[in-house]
């Protein structure tokens, strides 16, 4: 029987939420299996409506359809009970598209957005019957990829993966599909992999592990990363696209039948972000910023409205109210798209770019709550991380929004940044108040009906790599724990919320992002005890976890909790951002100082080196014309 015809008539009905599984939403492509030379199945490693949100699923599933040689499918990792049905009827996971299992496709390309995904990936390639490592695959076996935001330090990874993409992928995507099809023209059935392999490791910005050998010293430490074969380089350079005005992006993207999280129209305003704030990673991994011109973004917009029924456009960036002409833009969208109920959010807002005009533009359809992210309690602090922004400017922000008649704004803030102290706690409690006194002196003069909400948000500092803080340390769960009840107790107000990040999970994420190719053995084990949906509380194993550890002879606090000297090799030395290392170690030496260092769009270069590394500008298209910033 058909596997189409035992899931739709004897599976779908008893699992939740049938709709992740049936694959023919609006705007869906099905392309001939027979008549297309490559197939490829882009695999989220987390549910279909987290999966479906990711704009970089979308980019790439229109992208590689829109090219006659080649078919993307979707696979996402199915839910428990759908798992249970597979695996209980000896039957493989499949593609969305065609049913297809996953065996049959010639690449499978996971995504890999976050850490606590990982033991997902294992689960996926154990239900597609591939098998888990690397080594073990065959002439017979797909060829597994990977990319995304986690592949900037890989290896933990490196057993199970075949190569990497490392930076943006729309143009060395084709290029890897490319290969496979001239492979595959030149003797039937699937490449032989050894031959595809040393074919890819000449592709810029391709890394495969299986050609680099690491060497561990006595502590434990890495001490080389050699490469193996003759034609790998030694550093495996980011691949970056040059003008966003020229790059696909898709118009048509797929509409699910069911809710998803973010449920919206994307339109992506630019990417990279040079702000320079010391704890994040896509700060530094996704430089330089290039800005795609209002012409484009207004031509995407209207092409998108028509080809999808959403009421809302998100303009998405890593900071939006950045984009140098984001009130014209706004203005023009609405003018264009109030009449149709259109409605405009902005879902990462600078506390510094916010500014009444714009909260009373976005207001203008339907009005949504606010998120700030000052990070931390204190100015001391917020120069330590490179912040920049102040309390004043967050009360302006925040008073701004309530004047214009908003109710509930959220604050995002992190505890255990490296030098927090005890004030810096109080801080965060003392900013909250006075947002929320702030909202309740506009109820009272009759600008609010609704009750005033301030929501406290605190994710745990998780030192990630190519980031000033990669060499710092994680607080030992314990002393998050006590900060977190610390903040608990001085935020009892009943205008106030506070919400917080498991320690726990922030541990183990530290781990994993700061690892070397040890842990794919504790991933192993951990998934071969049941771990999975790790970053979902209600299947989050610790016990399991830390049983993994032991088993492997592996200390995850020497991973976490570390502070590593400038003078240590890091396991991902071999990936370069383009950010030079020693900019990140000047960094994270003026961060220690309380040294701020300004944003190079508008003031002097910073000296970071991506901009000569790459080849490619700053592109500053926001006020109609481009502005690039000279090497």
Partial sequence: MPLRSILTDQILSKVTKPTRYIGTEWNTVHKSWEKTPVKMAFAFPDLYEVGMSHLGLRILYGLVNEQPDFLLERVFAPWVDMEEELRRRGLPLFSLESYAPLREFDLIGFTLQYEMSYTNILNMLDLGQIPLRSADRTNDDPLVIAGGPCAFNPEPL???????????????????????????????????????????????GVYIPAFYQVAYGENGQVEEVKAREP?????????????????????????????IVHDRIMLELFRGCQRGCRFCQAGMIYRPVRERSPEILRRQAEELVKSIGYEEMSLTSLSSGDYCAIESLIKQLLNDYEKDGISISLPSLRIDSFSVNLAQEVQRVR??????????????????????????????ATNAAFAAGWSAVKLYFMVGLPTEERADLDGIADIALRVADLGTSW??????????????????????AHTPFQWEGQDPISVLQEKQDYLRQKLRDKRITYNWHDPSLSFLEAVFARGDRRLGRVLTAAWQK??????????????????????????????????????????????????????????????????????????????CGVCPTLEVDVQLKGGGQTAALSR
């Fill in 443 to 464: 109820q009272k003069r009759g600008h609010i009906k609704k009750r005033i909400q301030v929501t406290v948000s605190t994710s745990c500092f998780v030192p990630k």
């Fill in 367 to 396: 009005k949504s709550g606010l998120t700030f992210a000052p990070e931390a309690g204190t100015q001391r602090l917020r120069d330590v991380i490179n912040k920049n922004v102040t309390e004043d400017d967050l009360l302006q």
């Fill in 158 to 204: 490196a057993d199970f993966i075949d190569c990497f993409v490392i930076g943006e992928g729309e143009e060395v995507l084709l290029e890897i599909l490319g290969a496979i099809r001239e492979l595959k023209s030149s003797r039937p059935g699937r490449p032989d992999r050894a031959v595809l392999l040393r074919r890819l490791a000449k592709i810029p």
């Fill in 231 to 259: 034609m790998v380089p030694p550093r495996v350079i980011k691949r970056v696209i040059a003008d966003l005005d020229r790059v696909y992006f898709p118009t048509r993207p797929i509409v699910p039948f069911m809710e």
């Fill in 530 to 607: 049941g771990c999975k949906f790790d970053s979902w509380s209600e299947h989050f194993k610790w016990d399991y976890w830390m049983a993994a550890f032991a088993e492997c002879g592996l200390d995850p606090v020497w991973y976490a909790q570390r502070r590593i000297p400038y003078s240590e090799r890091l396991p991902w030395d071999h990936i370069d951002s383009g950010v030079s290392k020693r900019y990140l170690q000047r960094e994270h030496e003026q961060a220690l100082a309380g040294i701020v260092t300004a944003d190079c769009r508008y003031d002097a270069c910073t000296g």
